[in-house]
């Protein structure tokens, strides 16, 4: 199938404060910005967050990737709206609308987990054959190191991102890094999967085809919280078995957490599911111990541009 070459492309670092590899990169690349030019592209790093990024924080008043619905970009500005719906509203009039012809083509938006979860991208839509060959070619380049994608096509667990602005948005999660902490092999992860991303987007608008190609991923069922007494404390913490374990199959009976009296409580249900974020520093505040995820195939149409 053919699709119109891509133009416009953003590499979002910051969107939370304390995820220092992006916030480091953005940098470097605002500074000198060499190794992400393409021929025929115009790549703009950009730092999403700044306050944050000053504060080391993940966020200000509240969390910049949840924002971005239709709702709150359109409320009227005011001193007592929220700097991080105020700074979504400059964003999507910058590299937005969104949902119109004007948006960028591509935000790659650059995250660090505190979880063990490698190099892993983001996907919004199971449908998409661009992200999807892109991911294929990301996920080729990158071998023998794994890169997992995850999907988080799903009613209710599907948020309001900072790239979803843009016709196609992508999430970079590199980790794990404590927050406010830089580790150089998850930078140098992180690097290489931009470089084989705007690789992949200028050899496709230079008229390459790609055949058809098939590629893994988890799509997010449900999130778990941890086990807590009636006053809302946690009583239970991440079994020491699931701790560092995700992607890893985790089934039925298998200890998730311990109490601190030595208590196991294992997964319940009856299907193998596979544990993403596990013990995410950031996902406390949103009462998510870990996520479950079923194991997926996707596949893509061959795609060109159709500039050739």
Not at 5 to 26: D, M, Q, R, Y
Not at 41 to 55: D, G, S, W, Y
Not at 225 to 235: A, L, Q, S, V
């Amino acid at each position: 199938m053919t699709e119109k070459p891509i133009k416009k492309i953003a590499i979002f670092g910051g969107t939370h404060g304390n995820e220092l590899t992006g916030v480091s990169l953005v940098k470097h690349w605002l500074q000198d910005g060499t190794e992400i030019q393409r021929t025929g592209l115009e790549v703009k790093p950009f730092i999403t967050n700044p306050r944050a990024v000053k504060k080391c924080m993940r966020y200000i008043d509240c969390d910049l990737n949840r924002v971005f619905d239709l709702e709150n970009l359109g409320k009227k500005i005011s001193e007592d709206l929220p700097y991080e719906v105020r700074r979504a509203q400059e964003i999507n009039h910058l590299f937005g609308p969104k949902d119109s012809k004007g948006s960028y083509d591509i935000i790659f938006d650059l995250h660090n987990t505190t979880s063990n979860m490698g190099c892993t991208l983001i996907l919004e839509d199971s449908k998409n054959d661009f992200l999807i060959q892109m991911f294929h070619y990301i996920k080729t380049y990158l071998a023998p190191l794994p890169c997992y994608v995850y999907l988080i096509e799903h009613p209710s667990h599907k948020y309001a991102t900072t790239r979803s602005i843009a016709r196609y948005p992508v999430g970079i999660e590199v980790g794990p890094q404590p927050q406010g902490v830089l580790r150089a092999d998850i930078l140098d992860q992180m690097r290489k999967m931009i470089k084989h991303a705007l690789d992949f987007i200028y050899h496709f608008n230079e008229g390459k085809e790609f055949p058809p190609c098939t590629i893994e991923a988890y799509k997010i069922m449900e999130k778990v919280d941890f086990p807590r007494n009636e006053n809302g404390e946690i009583i239970a913490i991440i079994h020491p078995n699931l701790q560092d374990q995700d992607w890893k199959p985790l089934y039925p009976g298998d200890p998730v957490f311990v109490t601190l009296d030595g208590k196991t409580i294992p997964l319940g249900g009856d299907c193998t599911v596979y544990p993403v974020f596990v013990n995410e520093a950031a996902y406390y505040e949103k009462k998510e111990a870990f996520a479950k995820t079923t194991k997926l195939t996707l596949s893509a149409k061959s795609i060109h541009s159709s500039f050739h």
